[in-house]
Structures are given as C-alpha cells and as structure tokens.
C-alpha cells in the first residue's frame, strides 16, 4: 500500500523532532532498576513464550525491568513515529524486518553495531538474520525470528492423487499440482486446486521472491531495480502459464484468500509460514511441510523476519540495559526455549537440531534454514518496491504478457529504490 503524502509528512516531522529528543529518564542517576518499555506484535502463543522469557529476566536480575505492552504489528507501525515525537513511546520495539529500515532510515533507531562487536551471544546469531539488520553499513536492531517460508501441503490428497513423496523441482512441482486440480463437472472452475498460489499481498511477497530467486533473479540488488530480468520474465511467464492453461490455483488471491483455501481442504498445497501448521492443526488437516522445490538455477525460500531494536529517544543507559535484555534473549537456552515456544528456528546457529526435535514444525524448519535469505535486506522504502511488484504479478497472472507487467513495474521499483 502506498504511502501517501500527509504520511510522508507525518514521518519527516517525526524524524526532525527525534533529532532533538533525549530521553526524559536519567536512567544513570536513577536509585532503582532501569526500567524500559517494550512494544511487540507477538499476539498469539509466540506472545505468551516472550512475554514469559521477559518476566523470567526480570526476576533474574535486579538492574534492568522490561515493561511490555503488546499490540498489533500495525497499530505499532502507525503509532510508533508519533509516540517518539511525544517523548512517549517505548524504549524497545519489535517490527517486522522489512519496516525496520524505514524507521532507522527516519532516523527513529539506535545504531546497535557497537553490540554485535561486544556480546558473546551475538556472535552466535544466523549471519543471515543479522543482514536484516543492516541499514547503510550500521546493525540497527537484533532478530527475534527469521524463517524460510515453506510449502505446507494436505496428506490426504496427496495420497488420493497417488503422489507419494513431495516433489524438489519445479517441473515436478506444477506436473503434481495438476494432479491434485480436480474439476469433477468439467465446467473449468476446480473445486480442488493443486495449489493456492497469490498474485498479490503475499506473505511481504516473499512468495515471489522466492520464485524470482531460484531461477537466478531479484527484485533489487542495493539502489538498483532488477526485478524486468530475463531470469524474472521467464519465472513469471512459467507460473502464469500454469496457472492460466493448467487452472492449478485460482486468479487474484492475496496472502489471506490463499490461507482460507488450504484451511477449507479447497487447495493441496500453499507457501506460507509456520503459523499455518497451527491453522491446519485446528481445522484436522493431516499436513507436511517442505521447502520451496528447486528451480531451474536454485533452492531457495525468502525468509519472514521480525526484528526488535532500540528507540533514537532511549539514553545510553537505557541503550545498554536494552542490550543486557538482548544478552540474555540470545543466552542458548533462552534462544532454545524461544524456539520452541514460538514455533521459529534457533536464530543461534550452534543450537543442535536434538534440542528442538520435541516442535516437529520447528525441527522441519531447521532443516530448510540452510535456504533462507532475507528479503529486500537495507532497502528503506520497501513498502512501495513491494507495491511494485504486486502490480506485476497480479497483472502477469490475471493475464497480461509477464514481459509486458515487469517493464512497467521497473521503474516503479527503481523510483521506490531511490526516493
């Protein structure tokens, strides 16, 4: 969704009176605990493991107390900017990674680089996650998740359609999803599709970067727009194809239709996050997740990424309590326990694949980690990039000519790149 101009607005004056704020509390003068205030968007049972692990370093020690407060991820996005401005908001903040940029770049974040040459425990994060963090050469906030996204799929009907063993290419990957299209009356609207593929809004459309990437192709390589590629027209006219002349998954859907298809047993198969075993759980779906299978280059699975950081307002006193918080979220058994509860891949990469083998879904994620990339890693304006992108996907399977809907979409992307 684009921003609009009273937005843009909104934040420059926001990041002109964070230039001159400091924080209220002298935390160094202070004769108790330094106390900070953690907005996060963990919701669910994610939100109960962190709130927790919050509680447990609280009483572990006596010199930092983390105060959270949960919220939507969106009411943090639009709040967080005027909170700051305020002198009211919060000391920590979680936001999904791709966001994280836009609120260093608005000059709303600490730079976080000296804690990445401090801790031990840093040392021990996915380097892979860690990009998340990089904004114009500096780390402005630490993972808290970071998972390929996966394909879940329905047993059931695999085994209706005599398929035994997920396919690992694409070929095999599409040549399956016609065998689970069932279209019984023969009138060309399957009331079984093999796959619940989106066009538009997907998952921060890592769904299509993930394609774009195992075939060789991006959608951004630093300030460069790289998204009309050959390796780019080539993917989209191959998955236009299969679904415009093998009907293996409807038109027009975004993240939220594709996720109501496969919970109504209406689609074999779609690319999501781990939240979704929860939701096949809950509608009696026997499932199996797997990676994205290879495409002609590559294996590859964007990775969906939250990241939590220190506020600009923060003293440097509450800046290093934030950063003893971070020490200890990142400790192996915190970071082990995090995992499991969340239902996220250790983001230590010295945890071993037995302390999580009790979370199935955890361990099947683990395996496919080896794949992940960060999507649109320090590019500021992801929003519109992102917007770009949608447009040309939609257009290219609703049937517009894939060569013809990334050409107009470039520009788009490169202007995003470089506003």
């Known amino acids: 969704m684009k921003r609009t101009v009273a937005a843009i607005a909104l934040l420059s004056a926001t990041a002109a009176l964070l230039s001159g704020c400091s924080s209220s509390a002298d935390a160094g003068a202070a004769s108790g605990p330094v106390t900070l205030a953690f907005w996060h ?3 669910a049972d994610d939100g109960k493991v962190l709130n927790k692990i919050i509680d447990e370093f609280n009483t572990s020690q006596s010199g930092v107390k983390v105060q959270y407060t949960v919220k939507t991820w969106a009411v943090i996005q639009n ?25 260093a770049g608005k000059g709303a974040m600490a730079d976080l680089s000296d804690y990445y040459t401090s801790s031990a425990n840093a040392a021990k ?6 990009q998340m963090e990089v904004v114009n050469g500096k780390k402005y906030g630490v993972p808290t998740g970071f998972v390929p996204l996966s394909v879940i799929y329905n047993k059931k ?5 005599g398929i035994t063993s997920f396919p690992a290419t694409w070929d095999a990957w599409v040549a399956d999803a016609k065998k689970l299209t069932v279209d019984s009356n023969g009138d060309g609207t399957p009331e079984q599709y093999g796959i619940a593929l989106p066009d538009h809004q997907t998952v921060a459309n890592g769904v299509w970067a993930s394609l774009f990437a195992g075939n060789g192709g991006s959608i951004a390589d630093g300030s460069t727009a790289t998204l009309d590629s050959p390796q780019n027209r080539q993917t989209l006219a191959f998955w236009s194809a299969a679904v415009q002349k093998d009907h293996i998954s409807p038109t027009g859907l975004d993240g939220i239709k594709s996720d109501g298809l496969f919970s109504s047993g209406k689609a074999a198969m779609e690319i999501g996050g781990p939240w979704m ?16 299978p290879a495409g002609p280059v590559t294996s590859a699975a964007s990775a969906i990424g939250v990241s939590m950081g220190v506020t ?17 979220f990142y ?30 879904v955890v361990a099947a994620l683990t395996a496919m980690a080896s ?21 040309a996907t939609q257009h290219a399977l609703a049937g517009q000519d894939p060569a013809t809907a990334l050409a107009a979409a470039q520009p788009k992307v490169h202007a995003a790149l470089n506003s």
């Open 277 to 292: 075993a929860g939701v096949a759980t809950d509608n009696k779906i026997d499932y199996g997740l797997a990676p994205i």
């Open 371 to 391: 794949s992940a990339r960060p999507l649109l890693p320090a590019v500021v304006n992801s929003v519109d990039v992102l917007a770009a992108v949608d447009e």
């Open 41 to 43: 968007g963990y919701t």
């Open 331 to 360: 400790s192996s058994k915190v970071a082990t326990q995090w995992s499991l509860g969340s239902g996220w891949p250790p983001l230590r990469t010295d945890v071993p694949a037995s302390a999580v083998a009790g979370n199935p």
């Open 125 to 130: 994060i996915n380097p892979q996650a860690i």
């Open 157 to 161: 009907m695999f085994t209706a359609a």
């Open 79 to 103: 709040s967080l900017l005027p909170a700051l401005a305020a002198k009211q908001g919060p000391q920590i903040v979680a936001l999904p990674a791709e966001q994280l940029p836009v609120y």
């Open 312 to 328: 600009a307002t923060a003293s440097p006193a509450e800046k290093a309590a934030a950063e003893k918080f971070f020490d200890y």
